[in-house]
């Protein structure tokens, strides 16, 4: 079995090491060269790599598809320069493929963004043949026979490093994306999944009143069903309460707990805007509550929401009330974890 791995590159010689050494040496490379100007081809082929060019017409799913149409492999595994894959990847692509040997899989994308880890799927391995195809200029989806494809979730994992660090520090590719945006919604203005990776733009450049307007147009588009759309309200909320209105955040996502009853992210917010606006009362059921939901595999989420994040906050309530006992049960739990504050709190309490 040859998996090909196939990524599109521009300008990544400072990555592209990293990314084509942690591919197993029985699987074969495909880097599509979109126009660089450093050293990116040279390196790609001292490390094993098929190195193609094509020229860059403003559309990620145009690349993405050139790059399938240069793949050898019985399977396809799709990763981009400023990735890593997992260690385990070759066990992990034995399992699932001979679990679901015709199915598309689903990979584990953990991005690592300062001293968080955001965590979430997308469909990047399936079978090699011409009835996949990527759709959409700008984060691009991968459709079969015309429509959305199905999927399973697999276990391969990827490791994402300085996504948004990186990419929204960068003017000339803040520039880049948000025309793409645009340019998207020009033709399609309801993609309500789009409009939210427009907010996110805005919110990482800290133009809240931006972010503001195009989460309000998602709540317009209103595609509940859609796994964005919890996510997408969270950072609502966390907009709102970084502009001030953590009272009306409340009052936005607390009712919307009963709806989606398994995203440990909302009630982990909803105990940070409980704190913040003085409801006492309910900052242990939140906390609570994202501890017995647990760490999502479903949603985009951050890493420790359901788990060492929300035990470390249940300390600091618990020693702000006056439950030591409680308080040091739950710093130990997160210190478990690794959680550097937790650690650091039961140091100075000792």
């Known amino acids: 079995m040859l998996v090909s791995v196939c990524m599109i590159v521009r300008n990544e010689e400072s990555n592209l090491e990293r990314a084509l050494n942690s591919i197993p040496k029985s699987y074969e490379k495909i880097v599509i060269d979109t126009g660089s100007t450093d050293n990116s081809k040279e390196v790609a082929r001292s490390l094993g790599a098929?190195?193609?060019?094509?020229?860059?017409?403003?559309?990620?799913?145009a690349a993405r598809n050139y790059s399938l149409s240069q793949a050898s492999g019985t399977y396809i595994l799709v990763m981009d320069a400023d990735e890593e894959l997992s260690s385990e990847i070759e066990i992990q692509v034995e399992q699932f493929v001979s679990q679901y040997p015709d199915a598309a899989g689903t990979v584990n994308i953990l991005n690592k963004i300062k001293d968080e880890v955001h965590k979430h799927r997308m469909v990047r391995f399936f079978p090699n043949n011409k009835t996949y195809m990527f759709s959409g200029i700008v984060h691009e989806t991968l459709y079969q026979h015309g429509q959305p494809t199905g999927f399973v979730s697999s276990e391969l994992?990827?490791?994402?490093?300085?996504?948004?660090?990186?990419?929204?520090?960068?003017?000339?590719?803040?520039?880049?994306?948000?025309?793409?945006?645009?340019?998207?919604?020009e033709k399609d203005p309801y993609d309500g999944y789009m409009v939210y990776q427009l907010a996110k733009l805005h919110y990482s450049q800290k133009e809240l009143g931006r972010a503001l307007e195009a989460l309000e147009r998602c709540l317009e588009i209103n595609q509940r069903e859609r796994l964005y759309y919890p996510v997408m309200v969270v950072m609502l909320g966390y907009v709102l309460k970084d502009m001030g209105q953590s009272k009306l955040a409340w009052d936005l996502l607390e009712p919307l707990q009963a709806e989606f009853p398994y995203f440990p992210d909302l009630p982990f917010l909803l105990g940070l805007l409980a704190m913040e606006t003085g409801k006492i009362n309910n900052i242990e059921a939140c906390y609570m509550r994202a501890l017995e939901i647990g760490e999502t595999t479903k949603y985009s989420s951050v890493d420790g929401v359901g788990s060492y994040k929300s035990e470390y906050?249940?300390?600091?309530?618990?020693?702000?009330?006056?439950?030591?006992?409680?308080?040091l049960q739950y710093y130990k739990k997160a210190a478990a974890a690794q959680y550097l504050p937790a650690q650091e709190r039961l140091l100075k309490l000792a």
């Open 50 to 61: 098929r190195v193609y060019d094509y020229t860059w017409i403003d559309d990620f799913a």
């Open 157 to 185: 994992t990827i490791y994402h490093y300085g996504y948004q660090e990186e990419l929204y520090s960068n003017g000339v590719k803040v520039d880049r994306y948000l025309n793409l945006y645009n340019k998207h919604l």
């Open 313 to 327: 906050n249940l300390a600091v309530y618990y020693e702000v009330t006056g439950n030591l006992n409680m308080a």
